[in-house]
């Protein structure tokens, strides 16, 4: 019965799946019958053909193995059997490039997946209970015809050949694995090749954790013209049978991945979106969840999109030169999501084809604003307001309009959508995890809070204007006149408690937007590197943010730069200058705050497009201060001269505030009507002496 091993395999789209399966279970029916004599006479009985059955089968296959007829007791794969075509598994077959053998191989580890009673016949062929899979050893026994066939195709069972490095085929581990030799290791075909052979679309439970399928979209929205440019040229196989690796970079929210899945759905091809910051920790897990990936993109000629590509610098390292061995095989259109500022790693013998993510520009913006608001739904809205203050895309917008519904029903039901409840919707949704790197703040106080001279009320109405008007200038020709600096960014100096903390915060109350605090203590690392690295992360985050970014006291972190004396002051001058570079391109507003102006470089004063000096106040500020700090339910003695209080101090508002709350306290606990001015005296002794100043 040789015919059955060296028959030529059945590849057009005519044949049948089981058709193929019925051959191979004809193989192990020959070869049982053949070992019947050493075998348990009742094994399988109502399982196993006889002679005269499998001659039949042989001279006329049937098209699906015996069990699979209507009155076997898997009838009910016949109808199915009927209509399933060889098609899929060609194109496993073309994709992977396999051998008739090795493609016998992958149908034998099938078979068990079909009709369990196949463990049982496995365990009795090799005469041990726990064997329930072939062996390498049967299945070279099954499937070759002489003692050379099989020696010459044990290199298709090697873990370099395609069944095992494709994980095609998987080794099973038992008990005495440890105790066989290479002929004894069982083997079974993925679970995931089976139900891909079967029509369907599943991952392992392993790839779960860090791998999600995305089918074509049935809506498809535009795409920019550059991402469908940058699919287009990745089509294009290299010399070397890889494509390019297409790099997508972008911050969090610009629709990379949307733009992406749009283009994939007008190729009508589905995506499997890998996330490396998901992988799991221990090695060989991550490197066979990258395996799998793989095979899957390829062997359903899906796109394969990893997310935070950035990380195979980062928490996924350790698998990096795996990765780019792995690619160099694949033969999968990968497409790598990271920040905009990420750096690009080599890869040997890959091309890459970076692109940046485009923004929507205001016009655009406004246009999809405005055919999104329905006037049923949606009150008069200042659309260019939210436009200028808040980045969304054809992705982001349906979502924020819904959740601007929600807080309608919560402010008042079956009333309009107001600018009140989009402010909100937008503000909130534009909110980015920053972690331990920076402080959110939601802004309270107002320019009326705010006591300072009205020169520099004029000048932080300026910072104003420039953020209102910033992307409508850029949009108008300045992005072309000026190739860089195109940022805002201010500089607030001044003794502390001169209010710069307090102007940043009133700024992003009048934009309606939040205070992102930096704290420098968690953005500083000892770790050559790793400062960019968290700065980077920082003006990431902001731009997908609508919030101010604020460094408060930011001479701590970059000062003057020094003469390089070593690799210690050049990597401090490598983060003075990769902040210049953000602070000139990012987006949105930049806040630092120092205490003393010189203690900065001097190349910080070239680039700021607004340094604001806080001066100390002086006493007719302070006598505003303080007859503007008390609330109204707090009331002073007749006998407080307000005038006299600030003249006699030179205080900061910070240390009037102080003052403030500490009389109060005082006057509370005797029981006063009135805070009086002996609990004013008391408490300005105490902060005077807090600063090292002497009392009064």
């Not at 399966?21 to 029916?29: F, K, P, T």
């Not at 287009?232 to 629709?255: F, H, M, R, T, W």
């Not at 703040?441 to 953020?467: G, H, S, Y």
């Not at 070593?566 to 391109?585: F, G, P, T, W």
């Amino acid at each position: 019965m040789n015919n059955l091993h060296n028959s030529p395999f059945f590849n057009d789209s005519n044949g049948q799946l089981f058709k193929e399966l019925e051959r191979i279970d004809l193989c192990l029916q020959d070869y049982t019958h053949k070992q019947r004599p050493s075998l348990d006479q009742h094994v399988l009985e109502d399982f196993l053909l006889d002679e005269e059955a499998i001659l039949a089968h042989i001279n006329a296959p049937k098209g699906t193995p015996h069990w699979m007829a209507p009155q076997g007791a898997c009838g009910v794969y016949a109808h199915h059997g009927e209509s399933m075509s060889t098609g899929l598994l060609s194109q496993l077959i073309e994709c992977f490039e396999l051998t008739a053998f090795e493609v016998d191989i992958m149908l034998l580890g099938l078979m068990a997946s079909f009709d369990s009673r196949y463990f049982s016949l496995f365990s009795a062929l090799q005469r041990n209970e726990q064997k329930k899979h072939p062996s390498f050893e049967l299945a070279l026994k099954l499937l070759c015809s002489s003692q050379a066939q099989q020696s010459q195709q044990q290199a298709c069972l090697l873990n370099d050949a395609p069944l095992l490095r494709h994980r095609l085929i998987t080794l099973v581990r038992t008990g005495q694995s440890q105790k066989e030799n290479w002929g004894q290791a069982l083997f079974q075909t993925s679970t995931e090749v089976f139900h891909f052979l079967t029509g369907n679309c599943t991952l392992s439970s392993l790839l779960t954790q860090s791998a999600t399928w995305h089918p074509v979209a049935q809506e498809v929205s535009d795409c920019p013209s550059s991402v469908l440019s940058g699919l287009q040229a990745q089509e294009a196989e290299q010399d070397n049978g890889c494509y390019p690796v297409l790099i997508l970079k972008g911050p969090l929210g610009s629709g990379r991945f949307s733009a992406i899945k749009s283009a994939a759905a007008k190729k009508n091809r589905l995506i499997l979106a890998l996330d490396i910051a998901r992988l799991p920790t221990e090695y060989d897990e991550a490197k066979s969840s990258l395996i799998q990936a793989l095979r899957d993109a390829r062997m359903h000629d899906a796109m394969l999109v990893v997310r935070h590509w950035d990380e195979f610098t980062g928490s996924a390292k350790d698998v990096l030169p795996d990765w780019l061995t792995l690619l160099q095989r694949a033969k999968v259109r990968v497409v790598g999501l990271c920040e905009q500022d990420s750096a690009r790693f080599s890869m040997p013998d890959i091309a890459q084809i970076s692109l940046v993510m485009p923004k929507l520009t205001l016009r655009e913006k406004t246009t999809l604003l405005s055919s999104s608001l329905s006037t049923d739904t949606f009150s008069p809205i200042d659309e260019d307001s939210l436009c200028r203050r808040f980045y969304f895309n054809q992705e982001s917008l349906p979502q924020i309009l819904q959740e601007a519904k929600c807080y309608r029903s919560l402010r008042a039901p079956n009333t309009l959508v107001n600018q009140d409840d989009l402010n909100l919707a937008f503000r909130l949704f534009s909110q980015k995890n920053f972690g331990k790197l920076a402080q959110r703040v939601e802004p309270i106080r107002t320019f009326e809070d705010l006591i300072i001279t009205d020169e520099l009320k004029e000048q932080l109405q300026e910072v104003l204007i420039a953020t209102r008007q910033q992307q409508h200038l850029l949009e108008a020709g300045f992005a072309d006149k000026v190739n860089y600096g195109t940022g805002i960014s201010t500089l607030f100096y001044g003794d502390s408690g001169t209010g710069k903390t307090m102007a940043a915060e009133v700024i992003a109350k009048e934009l309606n937007v939040d205070l992102i605090k930096v704290d420098l203590a968690s953005v500083v690392d000892k770790y050559i590197g790793e400062t960019e690295k968290h700065l980077a992360r920082i003006f990431d985050l902001a731009e997908a943010d609508a919030g101010i970014l604020f460094f408060d006291e930011a001479d701590a972190l970059f000062g003057k730069r020094s003469a390089v004396s070593d690799s210690k002051d050049r990597h401090a001058n490598i983060e003075v200058a990769y902040l210049l570079q953000r602070l000139e391109n990012h987006p949105g507003l930049v806040i630092l705050s120092t205490n003393n102006r010189g203690h900065l470089d001097d190349a910080f004063s070239r680039r700021f497009t607004f340094i604001t000096r806080f001066n100390f106040p002086d006493a007719a500020v302070r006598e505003k201060m303080w007859r503007t700090v008390w609330p109204k339910n707090i009331s002073l003695s007749p006998d407080v001269n307000v005038k006299s209080l600030a003249i006699e101090a030179e205080l900061t508002g910070a240390n009037i505030r102080n003052i403030s709350v500490l009389s109060a306290w005082l006057a509370a606990e005797d029981g006063a009507p009135h805070v009086g001015e002996q609990h004013i005296r008391k408490a300005m002794q105490r902060e005077l002496a807090k600063i090292g100043r002497i009392t009064l």
